[in-house]
């Protein structure tokens, strides 16, 4: 089943030309002519232009390594199984041609069915809260309206991902173990998640950068809730323990 899922996710990107050429553009009036920023947004989004040439591997001169390496993983919702039965790895990457590689290949968030999961996690991580580099973290969590999934979602899914490789919370993104998109019929959630729930400088400055990035209106609130919290109540029900 998982094999046909992953089947039926692959195609090519097409939503998004027009945004990351403006993107691109409002880099390049930051960036100095000719000066490549290790892993900024613009250099990132100028090499997925050419990762989609479909230039065999071998004769490239030059990859783009990752700070560290990244796992896709994918989770499909089975009751009659356990949950870690429904989790998948999908595979590895630990360049910026390897991930838009990958990136190009997969279904995006808003195509996947209710109860489906993607999360992209660093290697040695497992997405979830018993994992020993988790359970004392938490997430900052992004609630989104189920009207929002075929206007927003992949936007911010892809915004998110690209914070992860590209370091982009300076010192305190060694703290970040990961994200979750949760495809949900009631609404779809995207998370952040980091190891450390005491850890309040990091976890803010996090939280701030991440919101900045998303490109969250002032008035609209994300919050961070500790695993722990978490994991004996409901989502409804859990407490955020910082807000942003």
């Known amino acids: 089943m998982f094999a046909v899922e992953v089947s039926e996710a692959k195609g090519g990107i097409q939503e998004w030309k027009e945004e990351e050429k403006e993107k691109e553009e409002e880099a390049a009036e930051r ?3 000719g000066e490549e920023v290790p892993n900024s947004p613009r250099t990132l989004l100028s090499l997925r ?20 390496r990244w796992a896709l993983w994918f989770f499909k919702n089975d009751r009659s199984r356990a949950w870690q039965d429904n989790l998948h790895l999908v595979t590895k990457v630990d360049s910026v041609e390897d991930f838009w590689a990958l990136y190009s290949h997969i279904q995006l968030a808003s195509k996947l069915s209710s109860g489906c999961d993607y999360a992209l996690f660093k290697d040695g991580i497992e997405p979830m809260w018993e994992d020993s580099r988790n359970k004392r973290g938490g997430r900052w969590l992004v609630s989104l309206a189920k009207q929002q999934r075929h206007i927003e979602l992949d936007r911010l ?18 703290e970040v173990c990961g994200a979750v998109v949760n495809i949900r019929t009631k609404g779809d ?8 729930a005491e850890n309040q400088a990091g976890v803010l400055h996090i939280g701030r950068v991440y919101k900045e990035r998303l490109g969250l209106s002032p008035k609209t609130i994300i919050g961070y809730q500790a695993h722990a919290d978490t994991a004996t109540k409901s989502n409804s029900l859990a ?4 807000v942003v």
């Open 157 to 174: 899914w892809l915004e998110t991902l690209l914070c992860l490789i590209g370091e982009s919370f300076e010192e305190h993104s060694r």
């Open 31 to 33: 960036t100095p002519m």
């Open 189 to 196: 959630k995207i998370a952040v998640w980091t190891r450390e």
């Open 239 to 242: 407490k955020n323990k910082f």
């Open 49 to 68: 232009g050419k990762a989609r040439m479909g230039i065999p591997m071998e004769v490239k001169l030059e990859l783009h390594p990752l700070q560290n």
